[in-house]
């Protein structure tokens, strides 16, 4: 059966963020109340049936968001019940993470608009079908995890942060754009954007990895045009001039660990210094999930800046992650 309406919808989160989940619903006054809850796993319910629109939302705290079309005993009763579906993605909780199966099938990368089916398997008896519709800053992969491997010369977990946000998001990087990440050391983000073609201006006092400086340039005039280079500014975000920046700066990204207030005080600093920047890409590490409630007061900073596209997303790879992005 392919359903379009349903009474219920299901999220899938990270687990130990149910409670953000069910706190970040609240507070965008959806009319959504929270039902059977698993871990990693919480449904809503509503006044009206919820349709593919009513699951165009954004919430952050959701990993996926699916019309739910109930539970199955079996994972056969839970696919057969998604009919014709042509993209079917498996999910599990186990070893207290919600993952993508890829033994289950290889899934196809999805096209906007298409139609997905998920199948969670929550226990060995227990397992929900669901479906969506896949849209742009909607993950391309099962469960939401990016099931992406970093490599071992990356000087830190960082690379995987960036990975995760720029696959979930889609963004694209063209070797026109230069980017300024403030909170650099010791350089993962930095190793996967020079790995992408990509030039980085990066602001830290602290020390980066070799394998980085590989690609280090001496001062921001010694750019080259045939290779990506990296230019450290090795001082705090604070006493970063437009000087030191240059010009031509595409993209502001923070990886600081400062809290989001911060981050967005120099976003908004960066951005009169830059008035080229296009996009912004900010990790925060929130210190408790809950803060996810403010995210209407970020959006509301970035809106001022004159950024129209906002979205905030908890990331994989790390349960306190959240990615912030913004688009003009
Ligand atoms: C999580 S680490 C960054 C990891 C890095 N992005 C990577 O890819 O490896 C946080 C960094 O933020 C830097 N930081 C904190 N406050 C800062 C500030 N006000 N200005 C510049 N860097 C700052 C710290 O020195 C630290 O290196």
Redesign the pocket.
Known sequence: MKSTASEFVFALTNPGSEKALKLEVETMKLGWRPGYQRRGFVTFKADEPFSFDSLDVGIATARRLCLSLGKAATREEAVARLGETRIIHHARFADRKMQGVSDVEIPAKPQFGEIIGTVVELGASEFWAGLHRHAPFLSPDPAGDAGIAMPAES??R??LK?EEAARFFDLKFTRKDIVV??????????LALINRGVPVIG????KMAEVVLASAIAGRQDAPIDRPWFFQCR????LTSKRDLGQGVTWFMS????SPE?VLKECARFCKMAPSIRGVLITL?LTDLLQVADKAQWFASLAEMGFKTLRLQQLSVHHKEFALLALR
């Open positions: 000087p830190s960082a690379w960036l990440e403030l909170g650099c050391a010791p350089g993962g983000v930095v602001v830290d006092p602290a001082k705090p975000a604070a990886d600081m660990n400062q911060v590490k």
